[in-house]
């Protein structure tokens, strides 16, 4: 069985600080995808990133940043100098061999200006 | 390029009631799925339509049914609706040769409100 877990419920961060969502998996696939979605008030998922299971390679987006550790299943991503359109309630999900989008719970992002 | 489109935005049903939503993926899409989520939850999958077949399902009752068109559009019914199918309801496309990795685009969503 697959489970994302978002341990964090809500966040609340002063504007232009940084801050780290956390996301702890679980599957027993040896081939999986890895997925953030953010989803704003109008509640559209909107895509941000996909990363598989062979690939461990950080990455930066321009303010956005991910890490990825197999050996601790978890899946974090960071915003830099944070902005206020960043406010949004931010999901992470994992897709293995059975194609199925198991979602977290998500963590609610509110950026104070 | 026309993204995921969704109808109704909202709906307001009760009880025992039967409700029809529709979807129109993204351009070039082939593969339609449907998601229902509970307010302060993530998303669940319902089903995956392929080829105006069902090729996906999750851990739902067979109230809920579904089905694509030949131009991949798709509708997720439900029969004899109760309170805990209120929900937001998404439709997400994308393309079935991609697999594993293939990246979902999402509609606005339903807002189901059943009383």
């Known amino acids: 069985a697959q489970k994302v877990t978002q341990a964090q419920t809500e966040i609340s961060v002063v504007e232009k600080e940084d801050v780290t969502l956390d996301c702890v998996y679980e599957t027993r696939d040896t081939t999986y995808y890895l997925f953030w979605y953010k989803q704003p008030p109008s509640g559209e998922l909107v895509f941000l990133i996909r990363?598989?299971?062979?690939?461990?390679q950080n990455e930066i987006s321009g303010r956005y940043s991910w890490n990825f550790q197999k050996s601790t299943s978890s899946f974090n991503f960071t915003i830099t100098a944070s902005q206020v359109v960043d406010s949004a309630v931010y999901f992470c999900a994992l897709r293995g061999g059975n194609e199925k989008l198991t979602f977290g719970t998500g963590t609610r992002l509110t950026i104070i200006p | 390029d026309a993204g995921v489109t969704q109808s109704p935005t909202h709906l307001i049903k009760t009880r025992g009631q039967q409700v029809t939503l529709r979807c129109s993926p993204k351009s070039g899409h082939d593969t339609v799925s449907w998601y229902q989520q509970a307010l302060g939850q993530g998303p669940q999958f319902i089903f995956q339509?392929?080829?105006?077949?069902?090729?996906q399902r999750g851990n739902f009752p067979d109230r809920f049914s579904g089905h694509q068109f030949p131009n991949y559009s798709s509708e997720l019914n439900v029969n004899a609706l109760l309170l805990g199918d209120s929900a937001l309801y998404l439709c997400?496309?994308?393309?079935?040769?991609?697999?594993?990795?293939?990246?979902?685009?999402f509609g606005p969503g339903t807002r189901l409100t059943v009383l």
């Open positions: 997400a496309s994308s393309l079935i040769p991609q697999g594993v990795k293939a990246e979902q685009f």
């Open positions: 990363r598989n299971s062979f690939d461990e």
């Open positions: 339509y392929y080829e105006e077949e069902e090729r």
